[in-house]
């Protein structure tokens, strides 16, 4: 039987292979920033030893409460690297499922945009585990949050960044807990390992006949798990290009250029689910 892209123990694993291949070669588009595949791991190990810094070790729970953007990327990646499991959050709750989310899952740290620490800090009396809040964005003086340290991604991050050799995870460590929508009841955490995420991601890149020429625009929200498995963990093993960016409503998608941004819904088929129609398939 002919290898996969993800004959590896983890999406880490596929990554800093990419990386090894190309490191030049173009991983990330994200408005207008281009970051290669020896960015995103540099990005990724600049945010495991800030989170190592702030006093995060291997099993930690770590929550993900961010929009789209490169610091997701760099949150992420960089939590699997220091060893814990990142927990994700839809970044439409407020309270109620906010607040389960994080006592649930007994998250010690909560990356979050600055403009949602006034959330943060309405139930964070609630959170006896939550220790840290790693805020993206300018922080305000008088942000509300009692207890846990705040602190600026900058600052956790303004130390000393080498990192080191490259720690790469156990196939069999949970890597994402991922909660249920919660329509029938009270949203449960699914505990995914390594090895699920690489064997996920192995059957979309094999499906969809993915390969290293290929662009995929993701305007999915990372939050939620067919984003984050379409289009972060897909382009870890095939050396993809993925483009996205935060939509907005005011600024409609522009005719793209021949060649410009594609997908890839396999010889002959459709576009994949969830991708824009007006995306040019080849």
């Not at 955490?189 to 390594?194: K, N, P, Q, S």
Request: glycine share 14%.
């Amino acid at each position: 039987m002919e290898a996969t892209p993800f004959a590896s123990p983890s999406i880490l694993h596929a990554l800093v292979a990419s990386r090894d291949r190309a490191p030049g070669h173009p991983c990330i588009v994200f408005e207008g920033e281009t970051l290669s595949y020896d960015a995103v791991v540099a990005l990724a190990q600049r945010w495991e030893v800030g989170l190592r810094g702030a006093g995060i070790v291997p099993g930690d729970r770590v929550a993900v409460f961010l929009e789209n953007g490169l610091e997701f990327v760099g949150a992420y990646l960089g939590t699997q690297l220091a060893g814990a499991t990142v927990v994700l959050v839809n970044t439409q709750y407020r309270q109620v499922e906010l607040r389960h989310i994080l006592e649930d899952s007994g998250a010690r740290a909560c990356v979050a945009d600055a403009a949602r620490l006034g959330d943060l800090a309405r139930v964070v009396p609630d959170l006896p585990a939550l220790a840290v809040i790693v805020a993206v964005g300018d922080v305000p003086g008088d942000h509300g949050v009692v207890g846990p340290v705040v602190v600026g991604v900058d600052a956790m991050r303004s130390g000393d960044v080498d990192a080191g050799p490259l720690r790469l995870p156990d196939a069999d460590a949970i890597a994402v807990i991922g909660y249920t929508s919660g329509t029938t009841g009270r949203s449960k955490g699914a505990m995914l390992r390594h090895r699920n995420l690489a064997a996920n991601a192995a059957a979309v890149t094999t499906a969809w006949h993915w390969t290293a020429s290929d662009r995929l625009l993701l305007m999915l929200p990372l939050f939620h798990v067919h984003g984050l498995c379409v289009g972060m963990r897909g382009d870890g093993g095939c050396g993809f290009r993925l483009c996205g960016g935060r939509p907005r409503q005011d600024q409609p998608l522009r005719r793209q250029d021949p060649g410009e941004v594609q997908y890839s819904g396999g010889r002959g088929r459709g576009p994949p689910e969830g991708s824009d129609p007006r995306a040019r398939q080849v």
